[in-house]
């Protein structure tokens, strides 16, 4: 384990376990553990008031080079896998998208062909939406706003009857806490410390990952659809650290180039070491 409990200084009050932000904590009957979705970030140790809490002797793994060839080979995935991480400036030696472009291109672009990393900002989108990847929204006109959303959003033919239940349910989703000044996307093993990760699964490869999630703390991933792919994406794993999957919208679909059977998953990465690791663990490992 990335961190122990010593059985016999723990109190167990559970101070850990509430604290824990990878849920990554348990309690079995009298003794309290730490399973394999432990990242090793430590915050439990701060909320131990009897020192029980140690390091252990594996570490989680960090290479996104080695996490994104284990996710691949163990899940049989033909695609590419996408990963996020949200700055506050532009990161030296990071292209900047120019645009016009979709947030939802560029996953689609790595996932079928990979790629370097590539920063990613309000300027750059040419899709409203952008507002729900936490980037803030694009500037327009009345008049720009009004025929894009006439032509493309509201009425028949389009996404939504009426203006009104566009934003119907915008409050079942998690509010950004800041707005960031853009997101570097690129392949998992280009990027070193992503907040992100993301790729398209079939449903056999969901059952694998939500097994796999589920193995020692029943945590289960919860599933969106009727609403934007970003929006539904991206706000609960980045502000929540719960893994998602969601079936998308019809621009999303249509620009990550989903096929009919392809369902998009949006996992922390700081649950991802847990998630490969528990992948050889359960059923589904078996020969």
Same mark, same amino acid.
């Given at each position: 384990?990335?961190?122990? =409990?010593?059985?016999?200084?723990?109190?167990?009050?559970?101070?850990?376990i509430g604290n824990c932000p990878n849920r990554a904590i348990i309690r079995r009957a009298d003794e309290v553990?730490?399973? @394999?979705?432990?990242?090793?970030?430590?915050?439990?140790v701060q909320y131990c008031t009897m020192g029980a809490i140690g390091k252990g002797s594996v570490r989680a793994?960090? %290479?996104?080079?080695?996490?994104?060839?284990?996710?691949?080979?163990?899940?049989?995935?033909?695609?590419?896998?996408?990963?996020?991480?949200?700055?506050?400036?532009?990161?030296?030696?990071?292209?900047?998208?120019?645009?016009?472009?979709?947030?939802?291109?560029?996953?689609? %672009?790595?996932?079928?062909?990979?790629?370097?990393?590539?920063?990613?900002?309000?300027?750059?989108?040419?899709?409203?939406?952008?507002?729900?990847?936490?980037?803030?929204? =694009?500037?327009? !006109?009345?008049?720009?706003?009004?025929?894009?959303?006439?032509?493309?959003?509201?009425?028949?033919?389009?996404?939504?009857?009426?203006?009104?239940?566009?934003?119907?349910?915008?409050?079942?989703?998690?509010?950004?806490?800041?707005?960031?000044?853009?997101?570097?996307?690129?392949?998992? @093993?280009?990027?070193?410390?992503? %907040?992100?990760?993301?790729?398209?699964?079939?449903?056999?490869?969901?059952?694998?990952?939500?097994?796999?999630?589920?193995?020692?703390?029943?945590?289960?991933? !919860?599933?969106?659809?009727?609403?934007?792919?970003?929006?539904?994406?991206?706000?609960?794993?980045?502000?929540?650290?719960?893994?998602?999957?969601?079936?998308?919208?019809?621009?999303?679909?249509?620009?990550?180039?989903?096929?009919?059977?392809? =369902?998009?998953?949006?996992?922390?990465?700081?649950?991802?070491?847990?998630?490969?690791?528990?992948? %050889?663990? !359960?059923?589904?490992?078996?020969?």
């Open positions: 384990m990335s961190f122990v =409990i010593d059985q016999e200084l723990c109190a167990k009050c559970g101070s850990c553990f730490v399973t @394999e979705m432990c990242c090793d970030c430590g915050i439990c793994e960090q %290479d996104t080079q080695k996490l994104a060839k284990a996710l691949k080979e163990k899940l049989s995935l033909f695609k590419n896998i996408a990963a996020m991480q949200y700055v506050d400036k532009a990161p030296e030696g990071v292209p900047q998208e120019k645009g016009p472009h979709f947030w939802c291109g560029i996953c689609g %672009d790595v996932f079928d062909e990979g790629g370097a990393p590539v920063l990613f900002s309000a300027k750059a989108s040419t899709c409203g939406g952008v507002a729900n990847l936490g980037l803030g929204a =694009i500037k327009a !006109t009345r008049e720009e706003f009004d025929s894009a959303i006439n032509a493309q959003v509201v009425g028949e033919g389009n996404l939504y009857a009426t203006r009104d239940v566009m934003s119907k349910n915008r409050n079942m989703f998690p509010h950004f806490s800041k707005v960031y000044a853009g997101v570097v996307i690129g392949s998992l @093993e280009h990027m070193r410390k992503p %907040d992100l990760v993301l790729f398209p699964v079939n449903g056999h490869q969901l059952c694998m990952i939500s097994t796999a999630y589920a193995f020692d703390t029943g945590e289960l991933i !919860t599933g969106f659809a009727g609403k934007s792919t970003c929006l539904m994406t991206i706000s609960t794993p980045l502000m929540q650290n719960r893994p998602v999957f969601c079936a998308g919208d019809h621009g999303g679909r249509m620009f990550m180039r989903l096929k009919d059977d392809e =369902i998009l998953v949006c996992f922390p990465f700081s649950l991802i070491p847990g998630l490969v690791k528990n992948l %050889d663990r !359960t059923v589904f490992a078996q020969k």
